[in-house]
């Protein structure tokens, strides 16, 4: 079992940035990649970005490419998601995702809101 846990969410201004953490714990050897979605209101959950172990490979979702970065920590405990620019329709909960590639994994959000 995994356990994720996000933090990092709040109110900001357009154009302003906010750094997302996603702290795992538990069976993190079983992981191969860790990734963040989010759910905007009325909206159905749509990926975001994710970040891979083999090759530390990252992508990314159109909408957030050259604004946001996926990084994580040394030990893979800990996954960070850099938003800058944001704009009010980054405004969603945030959920934090990780794969073994058997099982999925998920945190229960933090919720990010942009006012313009």
């Known amino acids: 079992q995994v356990q994720l846990v996000e933090s990092g969410g709040g109110l900001v201004q357009a154009g302003g940035s906010l750094r997302l953490s996603c702290a795992a714990s538990?069976?993190?050897?079983?992981?191969?990649?860790i990734g963040w979605y989010r759910q905007a209101p009325g909206k159905e959950r749509e990926f975001v970005a994710r970040?891979?172990?083999?090759?530390?490979?990252?992508r990314y979702a159109t909408s957030v490419k050259r604004r946001f970065t996926i990084s994580r920590d040394n030990a893979w405990n800990t996954v960070y998601l850099q938003m800058n620019s944001l704009e009010p329709e980054d405004t969603a909960v945030y959920y934090c995702?990780?794969?073994?590639?058997?099982?999925?994994?998920w945190g229960q959000g933090t919720q990010v809101t942009v006012s313009s």
């Open positions: 995702t990780a794969s073994s590639g058997i099982n999925n994994y």
């Open positions: 970040i891979s172990k083999i090759g530390d490979t990252t």
């Open positions: 538990g069976s993190t050897t079983s992981i191969n990649s």
